[in-house]
């Protein structure tokens, strides 16, 4: 079994104790269930921000412990005042190191877009999304069928969310694209080896419609790759591991727009 075969097996025994435990009826009673979202397109396209989503990652199947020591509240907080356009949370606890209550933190700390990551297999993780406070979800077209993303997509549509659709090729974008799509990111790391090369979104690029955002994701470490995908026409940067593998994220960040 490769790693993203083991990380959907987990997923479906956690979402399974999940419904178990926290009904439909109590998400929808959460705080933040009820809520004005924020618009990821706002926030990438707004001149006075950077265009990257910043990502808040204490561990990863690949590197192992990125950082385990830095609090949400210090990281997301930094993130938002360096310009960040939206931030990145992991939920996923077992290959992660990542909790639901980290987004309802960031959510809380925060006024930018949250997205939930994670990987989103039934419809209750959407629900538990937004009632988590996330504004958008990611959906990976390497682990979900065309039918499912259509559905899943039009259920966070129907709830205000935002949809970023993760691909690594062009076989996955081609199936997989739907009009209840807001974004759509090329990941630069193949989930299924780990290997990385950022020529994945140069490759892309050209075949996402311009009805979505683009989003470069994965393995971006300085300035001057960011300037050459916004030249191929990247409006967005998910940042991770560069940021969270400093002692302090917060001061990484600053440093790193510096360069923009
Ligand atoms: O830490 P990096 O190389 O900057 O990557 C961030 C982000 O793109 C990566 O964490 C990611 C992309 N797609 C995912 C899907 C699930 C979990 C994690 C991811």
Redesign the pocket.
Known sequence: MNILDKIVANKKKEVAYSKNRTSYTKLEESEYFHRDVYSFKDFLLDENRTGIIA?F?RK?PSKGIINDKVTVKEVTTAYAAAGASAL?V?T?KQF?MGRKADVMRARKLNTIPVLR???MIDEYQVIEAKAIGADII?L?AAILTPAEIQTMASLAKSLGLNVLL?VHNLEELERSINPNLDAI?V?N?N?ADFT?SVETSFQLAKHIPDEFLKIS????SNTEVIKQLKQAGFNGF?????F?KEENPGAAIREFVKGL
């Open positions: 990502e990652k990863s990145s992991l996923d992660f990551k994670d990987f990611l990976i993760e990111g990941n790391r989930l990385v994701e994965s393995a971006i998910l940042i991770g591991e560069n969270m």
